[in-house]
């Protein structure tokens, strides 16, 4: 499976936030040539009037650890941002996300890449 990033965080954290920039890899950005090997050549999805969830599972499951709806913080740029629930980081682990997002005429667009979360054990000292 390809990973698009690698997340390392900590078992029962109820702070961390993955902010996530949906791009087009098939049209470049404004004054950029696009290059496919480059992802900072790619135009950003506009994600006005957009939703966007974030699925995440165990790596190897099939059952779902928990299902984020995305803040979209910079619809323009396509910035979305995903805030951790008390489910998503309750165990250890190694963990896959799965970014899509809807349109106002509820078309759905799934990223081909997943973001691997790694989530280690907290350490409590007496």
Do not use: H, W
């Not at 779902?64 to 709806?69: G, K, N, Q, R």
């Not at 951790?84 to 165990?91: D, K, Q, R, Y």
Request: with cysteine; charged share 20%; net charge negative.
């Amino acid at each position: 499976m390809a990973y698009l990033t690698t997340i390392e965080l900590v078992q029962g954290d109820t702070l961390p936030v993955i902010e996530v920039t949906l791009k087009d890899s098939s049209e470049a950005t404004t004054g950029q040539t696009l290059d496919p090997e480059d992802s900072l050549t790619f135009k950003p999805i506009n994600l006005t009037s957009c939703t966007a969830t974030m699925k995440v599972r165990e790596v190897g499951a099939t059952a779902l650890t928990d299902t984020l709806t995305g803040a979209v913080t910079d619809a323009a740029n396509g910035v979305v941002s995903f805030n951790l629930g008390n489910s998503t980081l309750a165990t250890a682990g190694t963990f896959e996300g799965e970014v899509s997002y809807t349109n106002s005429s509820s078309k759905t667009q799934t990223v081909v890449e997943l973001i691997k979360i790694k989530v280690r054990d907290v350490l409590i000292f007496f």
